[in-house]
């Protein structure tokens, strides 16, 4: 089954990287590309596109970095409190079974 899930995923890949190819192919026109303040150098279409898309991604994941660091530190917190309240548990049944006659 493992293999079954290696080979979809090589496919799903090799399918992605051909369109990948077939779109940085089909776009090799240069534009300039103005930003309001600026205007940065004449590149292909598809350079401009990819790179939007990776700009797009790290700043996705910086977003979310603080999110993940919140949720990472609760998670932390909510681990140690449930281990204190595991060994407070497991004290009151020791001293629950020495109360016993």
């Given at each position: 089954m493992r293999w079954l899930k290696g080979l979809i995923l090589a496919v799903i890949l090799l399918v992605v990287l051909l369109v990948g190819i077939l779109f940085a192919v089909n776009n090799q026109q240069a534009l300039p590309l103005n930003l309001i303040w600026f205007e940065l150098p004449a590149a292909s279409l598809s350079v401009w596109?990819?790179?939007?898309?990776?700009?797009?991604?790290?700043?996705?994941?910086?977003?979310?970095?603080?999110?993940?660091?919140r949720l990472r530190t609760l998670l932390t917190r909510a681990q140690r409190h449930n281990q204190q309240q595991r060994k407070e548990l497991?004290?009151?049944?020791?001293?629950?079974?020495?109360?016993?006659?």
């Open positions: 596109l990819l790179a939007s898309l990776v700009v797009g991604v790290l700043l996705g994941m910086l977003a979310m970095g603080g999110v993940y660091l497991d004290q009151l049944r020791v001293q629950e079974m020495k109360e016993l006659p």
